[in-house]
């Protein structure tokens, strides 16, 4: 391993780690809240309610222009920390404030899409306080962003650890005590929103000051302009399955591909995002400097091990995990995990196959693969959820990004060659499915023992590796040198004791 491999891998640990906790506290939380929520919430509302936040991240693919994005690559334009600050203010001050203002005009159609989505208009309630909380979290989202690009991630870590206490608090006491249901949900949803903007921004525009460039606006805008066909048909990908399943079977079974489909994204709640979190921005920082293809091979080969290893291990749990944290009336939803599963650690591949779309501002390639998709992802849809139910959305969404990561790869590899390591990562495919069909269908009397044994068998999986060779001398020493730092630590702590 080289120095700068080395390097670049200790400085996504660090960050990542820390961005990790926040998002493993939040699903952990998550977790414990599942048999609250279920126990409060009946499937059918709780695909009302998926149904509801679908709409919304639709909406804010269209309204966001993709700012966020914008300012994460505008901002690494210069060198000079005052004109990267003029970059913040006008994210926030100029493109932020036109798009509050365009939110608002979207919430005029409040009824119109409760109508339209959820066959009443008694829902616009419901859409008008989740408008309000798009418009709020869409700023505080730019100032999020500022501190992940400027590798502040404690400040990040403790903005999501105090989001989540008020978001936790609040569910709780609006579901048990006060029995609102969902509208309790979107109620404290609201409430965070709000506290995140007084508590925060101030403390980002002392630091940014107020300087808008409207030559800056404009480019941000022309940057986020081309993502939108491409973000909205990358969202029909992810979302309108639940749309045909509620036509075709029942809101009902909305509700339960819905919890089924979020234990699937575990994998990027666990790996990706606190990954991509720190890397995102690192990878265009350092894109085209010294000996970065080398670097983004083998971490990209490091990433893939991370999502396999956790997302086999979400796999073969499924079951186990459902029996014990959902109400009974939603055990079924665990069999569509391991299928949903495989699609998004495919799907994370995406983000390190594009960033030479990125890096040279062609976001037009973007359009192409996600319209593409989008088209593949309507018509599968419409072929294999009436027959198959929701075994057909599964199926969708897993061709569906294959394809993508596949087109992405296509169109960012004739910009700028991708080395990929195919027959390391093929390896760790290939023992993970072993393992998926050798241990998946263990089964107990005790839910509990059977959980607790799964996790043993999983835990062999990167000792495996490592006697089977997977793993280069270098990598092995490396490894070894972790393992012995960490021990010497915990000798020490016990000394201390």
């Given at each position: 391993?080289?120095?700068?491999?080395?390097?670049?891998?200790?400085l996504?640990?660090?960050?990542?780690?820390v961005y990790?906790?926040?998002?493993?506290?939040?699903?952990?939380?998550g977790?414990?809240?599942?048999?609250?929520y279920?126990?409060?919430?009946?499937p059918?509302?709780?695909?009302?309610?998926?149904?509801?936040?679908?709409?919304m991240?639709?909406?804010?693919?269209?309204?966001?222009?993709?700012?966020?994005?914008?300012l994460?690559?505008?901002?690494?334009?210069?060198?000079?920390?005052?004109?990267?600050?003029?970059?913040?203010?006008?994210?926030?001050?100029?493109?932020?404030?036109?798009?509050?203002?365009?939110?608002?005009?979207?919430?005029?159609?409040?009824?119109?899409?409760?109508?339209v989505?959820?066959d009443?208009i008694?829902?616009?309630?419901?859409?008008?306080?989740?408008?309000?909380?798009?418009?709020?979290?869409i700023?505080?989202?730019?100032?999020?962003t500022?501190?992940?690009?400027?590798?502040?991630?404690?400040?990040?870590?403790?903005?999501?650890?105090?989001?989540?206490?008020?978001?936790?608090?609040?569910?709780?006491?609006?579901?048990?005590?006060?029995?609102?249901?969902?509208?309790?949900?979107?109620?404290?949803?609201?409430?965070?929103a709000v506290?995140?903007?007084?508590?925060?921004?101030?403390?980002?525009?002392?630091?940014v000051g107020?300087?808008?460039?409207?030559?800056?606006?404009?480019?941000?805008?022309?940057?986020?302009?081309?993502?939108?066909?491409?973000?909205?048909?990358?969202?029909i990908?992810?979302a309108?399955?639940?749309?045909?399943?509620?036509?075709?079977?029942s809101?009902?079974?909305?509700?339960?591909?819905?919890?089924?489909?979020?234990?699937?994204?575990?994998?990027?709640?666990f790996v990706?995002?606190?990954?991509?979190?720190?890397?995102?921005p690192?990878?265009?920082?350092?894109?085209?400097?010294?000996n970065?293809?080398?670097?983004?091979?083998?971490?990209?080969?490091y990433?893939?091990?991370?999502?396999?290893?956790?997302?086999?291990?979400?796999?073969?749990?499924?079951?186990?995990?459902?029996h014990?944290?959902?109400?009974?009336?939603?055990?079924?939803?665990?069999?569509?995990i391991?299928?949903?599963?495989?699609?998004?650690?495919?799907?994370?591949?995406y983000?390190h196959f594009y960033?030479?779309?990125?890096?040279?501002?062609k976001?037009?390639?973007?359009?192409?693969?996600?319209?593409?998709?989008?088209i593949?992802n309507?018509?599968?849809?419409?072929?294999?959820?009436?027959p198959?139910?929701?075994?057909?959305?599964?199926?969708s969404?897993l061709?569906c990004?294959?394809?993508?990561?596949?087109s992405?790869?296509?169109?960012?590899n004739?910009l700028?060659?991708?080395?990929?390591?195919?027959?390391?990562?093929?390896?760790?495919?290939?023992i993970a499915?072993?393992y998926?069909?050798?241990?998946?269908?263990?089964?107990f009397?005790?839910?509990?023992?059977?959980?607790?044994?799964?996790?043993?068998i999983?835990?062999?999986?990167?000792?495996l590796?490592y006697?089977?060779?997977?793993?280069?001398?270098?990598?092995?020493?490396q490894?070894?040198?972790l393992i012995k730092?960490?021990?010497?630590?915990?000798?020490?702590?016990?000394?201390?004791?």
């Open positions: 391993m080289s120095e700068s491999v080395r390097q670049e891998t200790n996504i640990l660090k960050h990542s780690s990790g906790i926040a998002t493993i506290l939040s699903r952990v939380i977790f414990l809240m599942i048999p609250v279920t126990a409060y919430i009946t059918e509302e709780y695909g009302v309610m998926e149904l509801i936040h679908i709409t991240s639709l909406i804010e693919t269209v309204v966001a222009l993709g700012v966020t994005a914008g994460s690559r505008l901002y690494f334009d210069t060198e000079d920390q005052r004109e990267r600050n003029r970059v913040v203010s006008s994210a926030f001050f100029g493109l932020g404030a036109f798009l509050v203002l365009l939110i608002g005009g979207f919430m005029t159609l409040s009824g119109t899409l409760a109508t989505v959820l009443s008694a829902y616009k309630r419901f859409f008008l306080i989740a408008f309000s909380s798009l418009a709020i979290n700023l505080n989202n730019i100032f999020i500022y501190y992940r690009i400027n590798k502040r991630s404690m400040t990040v870590l403790l903005i999501s650890v105090g989001q989540l206490t008020v978001n936790l608090s609040l569910n709780i006491f609006f579901l048990v005590v006060l029995k609102m249901s969902v509208w309790g949900i979107f109620v404290a949803t609201f409430i965070t506290l995140t903007f007084v508590i925060f921004t101030p403390v980002v525009i002392r630091k107020v300087s808008v460039s409207w030559a800056i606006t404009k480019e941000l805008v022309a940057f986020g302009l081309p993502l939108i066909p491409s973000n909205i048909a990358s969202y990908v992810a309108s399955d639940r749309y045909f399943i509620k036509e075709y079977v809101i009902n079974d909305t509700g339960l591909y819905s919890l089924g489909y979020k234990f699937g994204t575990l994998v990027n709640a990706t995002q606190p990954f991509n979190q720190i890397w995102g690192r990878r265009i920082e350092m894109f085209g400097k010294g970065y293809e080398q670097i983004f091979t083998r971490i990209f080969t990433f893939a091990l991370m999502l396999i290893f956790v997302g086999m291990t979400i796999s073969i749990l499924a079951r186990d995990i459902v014990l944290m959902a109400d009974k009336a939603y055990w079924s939803a665990y069999a569509i391991p299928l949903i599963t495989l699609a998004h650690v495919i799907f994370s591949f983000y960033v030479p779309i990125f890096y040279e501002k976001t037009k390639y973007f359009a192409y693969i996600n319209v593409m998709n989008a593949l309507l018509s599968l849809n419409f072929v294999l959820i009436k198959l139910g929701v075994w057909g959305a599964a199926l969404t061709v990004y294959i394809f993508r990561s596949g992405c790869f296509y169109f960012a004739k700028h060659k991708i080395n990929v390591e195919w027959r390391r990562i093929l390896t760790l495919f290939g499915l072993a998926f069909m050798l241990f998946g269908h263990i089964e009397h005790s839910t509990i023992l059977s959980a607790g044994l799964k996790v043993v999983c835990s062999t999986y990167p000792v590796l006697f089977a060779g997977m793993f280069s001398s270098d990598e092995k020493e490894i070894r040198d730092t960490g021990w010497k630590k915990i000798t020490r702590r016990e000394s201390a004791n």
